[in-house]
């Protein structure tokens, strides 16, 4: 089974760095980054030089609300570009997850392409495994592993249940994930572990998922929606069988669109620890997502395109994306990020029905 996924993972690297596995929000009908805007401070009276968007995560200082979103590990591909992101992330000052560490607790040998403490000392590390390992017989003792594994900081779950419904011989039993997510945060809890954070793929988490999540003792969020990385399309596009290929065009475009998914966890919860991924392309894109209550953004595919070249093509990436970030910040005359969360000065689209307070 994890020689099968480890082949998957190789896959999944191609047809990510294609562009060929993303749907644009517009198409799935939601409200996209690109319907939002913000009203411009014509008199910003604040010294560009100045601006600060750096916060505290995880109780670390990062540069930006800004992280490198999990990917990969378990194969000499991912190890080099684990390596590549992780010194990247390091030298910029961002938080960074590896990809699903299955594969690490069952396949030996495999540990070391996710070991990635070494070069990023300093930085928010999240380690992954898949919510759905839960009902298999994974446990308290696995997600540990994982998390020592990395000297992670916090633990992601990642929930990944239409993926892996269209994906050829997926893990389709998801009864019981729940039930299975509250035991591990209240084993994790009981033993002064790092935080457990749940995470979607490129879906959306609605409002009352994300309260199931959160009273099931989840201390963070990624609400990963749709808008890029559709993991319906690519799975649809790397399987073998014309059954899976349908399904991947039928649900390419299903869910919430990130923008949407970020208003409904913050409708569950004002405050916990949000992170927004799934079609943030730029440093605007990072402040439309903070301005509607991310606590940080998350980017994936837009980092492995850079990684495949080079480790500095990472660091200029993310330098370009906190450039971005701070030009908004400028336009809209605030220095700091607590500045910027109080007075976004953004648009939402008139007659969306959406309101930021909703
Ligand atoms: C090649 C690739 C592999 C991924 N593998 C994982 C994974 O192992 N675990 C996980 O939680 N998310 C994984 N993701 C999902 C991303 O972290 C992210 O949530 C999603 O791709 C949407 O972001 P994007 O539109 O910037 O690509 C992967 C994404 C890519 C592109």
């Known amino acids: 089974m994890a020689k099968r996924k480890l082949s998957a993972k190789a896959s999944h690297i191609d047809a990510a760095l294609d562009g060929k596995s993303e749907v644009s929000a517009a198409r799935a009908r939601g409200l996209g980054f690109d319907e939002l805007r913000f009203t411009p401070a014509t008199l910003p009276e604040v010294d560009f030089e100045a601006i600060d968007p750096s916060l505290e995560l995880l109780g670390k200082r990062i540069a930006a609300p800004l992280m490198i979103s999990p990917m990969t590990g378990g194969l000499k591909k991912g190890a080099i570009l684990n390596r590549r992101m992780a010194r990247a992330a390091e030298i910029v000052g961002l938080p960074f997850g590896v990809g699903s560490q299955r594969v690490a607790?069952?396949?030996?040998?495999?540990?070391?392409?996710?070991?990635?403490?070494?070069?990023?000392?300093?930085?928010?590390?999240?380690?992954?495994?898949?919510?759905?390992?839960?009902?298999?017989?994974?446990?308290?003792?696995?997600?540990?592993?994982?998390?020592?594994?990395i000297g992670a900081d916090a633990l992601y779950l990642h929930l990944n249940a239409m993926q892996e419904v269209v994906q050829e011989g997926g893990d389709t039993q998801w009864s019981g994930v729940l039930k299975a997510i509250t035991a591990l945060c209240e084993a994790f809890q009981k033993r002064g572990g790092v935080p457990v954070f749940?995470?979607?793929?490129?879906?959306?988490?609605?409002?009352?998922?994300?309260?199931?999540?959160?009273?099931?003792?989840?201390?963070?969020?990624?609400?990963a929606g749709a808008g890029g990385t559709s993991w319906t399309l690519l799975e649809g596009r790397i399987a073998r069988g014309t059954v899976h290929q349908n399904l991947g065009q039928t649900f390419a475009a299903w869910g919430l669109t990130t923008p949407e998914s970020i208003l409904e966890v913050r409708r569950a919860h004002q405050t916990v620890p949000l992170i927004a991924s799934g079609g943030v392309r730029s440093g605007l894109d990072v402040a439309k997502a903070?301005?509607?209550?991310?606590?940080?953004?998350?980017?994936?595919s837009p980092v492995l395109r850079a990684a495949i070249k080079s480790e500095g093509a990472v660091v200029k990436h993310l330098e370009r994306t906190i450039l971005e970030l701070k030009v908004a910040m400028f336009g809209v005359g605030t220095r700091t990020l607590a500045d910027f969360r109080r007075q976004p000065r953004l648009v939402l689209p008139v007659g969306s029905g959406i309101s930021r307070d909703r």
Do not use: S
């Open 105 to 149: 607790l069952e396949v030996k040998g495999r540990a070391k392409d996710f070991q990635v403490r070494k070069w990023a000392p300093t930085i928010p590390l999240f380690a992954n495994l898949g919510a759905v390992q839960l009902v298999k017989g994974y446990g308290v003792d696995h997600a540990q592993r994982a998390v020592e594994m």
């Open 198 to 223: 749940a995470r979607e793929v490129g879906f959306g988490v609605p409002a009352d998922q994300a309260r199931r999540l959160i009273d099931a003792g989840i201390q963070g969020i990624d609400c």
């Open 290 to 300: 903070v301005a509607l209550g991310a606590t940080v953004a998350g980017m994936a």
